[in-house]
């Protein structure tokens, strides 16, 4: 248990530096870390762990290692321009528990930014609000890791367990990132993960297959068009089966713990389609992107060959010799479960209660998360928690300032309980 | 009625150069006349009207006239690189009744090639098909119109009236190509195009639209997919009432001359679809090509707006703001009907029975074509009548050999007759 004086102190340092962190988090922001675009802001995390004097790690994430894990997902991009950056604090003694602090600096794209009521990069802070792409998911979470850890050293403290802040890629599309962090030998007794929860925990989760199907057609000329086969029809056919899939998926939904009071679990995303050439052909070929989900407990190769059985059916009904190819191209992720008990849960949630006056919820999310990497690969408890936001993925993305404050000082109270702290003189 | 004896001669001479008119052709399939890079076949055939002594017009159709004029098809390329080719026959002595003889030397694109047997660009002849896109549509029907003059010259004989022979731009998608010729001043007693149409003449056609529709999402994380509105779903809902249109229409056919006996005279085609850019998030955009026909006696912007009418139930439906919005972007055409009585076609019909034996069969298209400008703006019957083709705009394009010689005999049978002819020294 912290002592209450420490965590008083604690809190006061955060809210003191709190407009510090809202800078950074919107300086953050404003370096649009798009999928092999994320140099930029990773140079702002790795000057700022530098800075507090942690040990910098910064590599490209691609190894023979990693390709051969079961849980890399294949990658569509040049591994070569992707970073993970890593901060490590080494107390003078370790005495305490270690534990890694998580994020992701990879965001998503804005969809067309003429929908926004301002631009993703401008984070500005509007009724409590900060908006932009990734303000949510998650760069308040990376400037929640930074500043929890820089709040103590502001309240004269020092943690005494190893501490890796994890800066990693690639969350938002294969989870090769964190993957890579774990293969290349950072493990801890704890990781916290603070992704937009809505200053819940995670309990459960789905994993996660990308795959692209490409659907051929008969083109003609539109003429004769009932002689053709329009691969963009056919597109919508296998959809449709694959929307069957869905269904019979989120039918079994009783079958599998923490999920059987969740509305919707399981969600197949078709997330980008195109198709054809020239207005007056019949498509020849229609390419679209399949965002599948699966339950934990289900191996991504299992799921996959459920998925390619039903491509099969598909293809067979649209009667064309490869009529429907699929291929993975991106997440290949199991889901996962953090088991109930844990210490590091039992310290949060003190965390939590003395931040927020209330219980720690937990839930179960049908969405992919890095925590998979952590939990079935590094066999350690994965805190998935974070702030309240709007619109990820979405238009006008936006975390909620306060309980960025809030999510922040509970970190910072956990780690000092985690890890211990000590005091020290030189401030970070 | 021609003399026996001459059509006789000029059938011989068809069939003399029948070889360099292969070679001839098939050189021209093999420059790929895609939209805007059409100049490389245009020199080809430049060169040739040039060495047979025609007078050559090549100039860039884009003008404020051709922009004006209610059948000019909006454009979404670069009008710069856009070149007709029209080489003029001057008889010495203009006797005869004067004619076009046009054809459109832009082709479609190939669609996948690994889906074709060989390089769409290859023009070989197997089995008595000469393959390769633009093979049947339709540079044989230029090759066709190319030597059935040379075919004259080579039996010694000369048109007593005036010959425009036109290799026009644009007809596979505005149609702009042929309307600026006409404006150019080119207009004539009559107009043949040798179009793919299976050794038959075009009795009524259909008018075309091409527009692209904007389908409007709400994005959002997969993982509360129910709070969005994929875009590429709402897409596809688009499409589903524009089918309904589409089947209305269809069912309004016995109202229209020609096209009671046409099993679906009115084809909207959906040729290409893009939308999205993140697998894992639900789509806020998507967009799709239309090409809607059109009964002629319709006209093209009566016909927008009922189109226009039901993307906006649509829209209304979908229940955002913008959710739908539709832009022309190629044709905006008229159908026509061509009369029966003609002189012009009562020479057609002895030239084809003089060469297949049998009658001169007319019939309806669902497809668009160039003769709509020479029949509703130039006052002037137009034959549309050529060779028997498979696949076109499909994959494995090709044209009928002997179909082609035979076509091409008819088409020099018919200058003969409707121009005149006089025996002449110097061949071309």
Known sequence: MLDPEIAQRITKAVDEQFDDQLAWTAELVRRPSLRTGEADAQDLVQATLSEMGLEIDRW??????????????????????????????????????????????????????E???????????????MYGRGSGDMKAGIGANVFALRALTAAGLRPTGRIHVESVVEEECTGNGSLAALLRGYTADACVIPEPEDDKLVRANVGVLWFDVTVRGVPTHLRVMSSGQNAIDAAYQVMGDLRRLEAEWNRRKDEHRYFADTEHPINFGFGVIQGGEWPS??????????????????SAAEAWAEIQRTLEESAASLGLPDA?????????????????????????????????????????????????????????????????????????????????????????????????????????
């Open 60 to 113: 490209v994430i691609d190894s023979p290692e990693l390709r051969a894990h079961e849980g890399y997902g294949p990658t569509t991009v040049d591994p070569s321009t992707l970073e993970n950056v890593v901060g490590t604090w080494h107390p003078p003694v370790e005495r305490g528990r270690s534990l890694i602090l998580n994020g992701h600096v990879d965001v998503v794209p804005t969809g067309p930014e």
């Open 115 to 129: 929908y926004w009521s301002r631009s993703p990069w401008d984070a500005r802070i509007v009724d409590g609000w």
């Open 281 to 298: 052909s019949v498509p020849a070929r229609c390419t679209f992107t399949v965002r599948a989900a699966l339950y934990p407990g289900t």
């Open 324 to 428: 429907v190819v699929a291929t993975p191209s991106g997440f290949f992720a199991e889901g996962y479960v953090l088991e109930e008990g844990s210490d590091a849960e039992a310290v949060l949630a003190r965390s939590h209660e003395r931040v927020f006056g209330s219980e720690l919820e937990s839930f179960t999310t049908p969405g992919y998360l890095d925590g998979r990497v952590f939990t079935l690969y590094g066999g350690m408890p994965c805190l998935v928690y974070g702030p309240v936001s709007e619109a990820i993925h979405g238009i006008d993305e936006r975390v909620d300032v306060e309980s960025v404050r809030r999510i922040t000082t509970s970190i910072a109270l956990f780690v000092a309980e985690w890890c211990g702290v000590e005091p020290v003189e030189d401030a970070w």
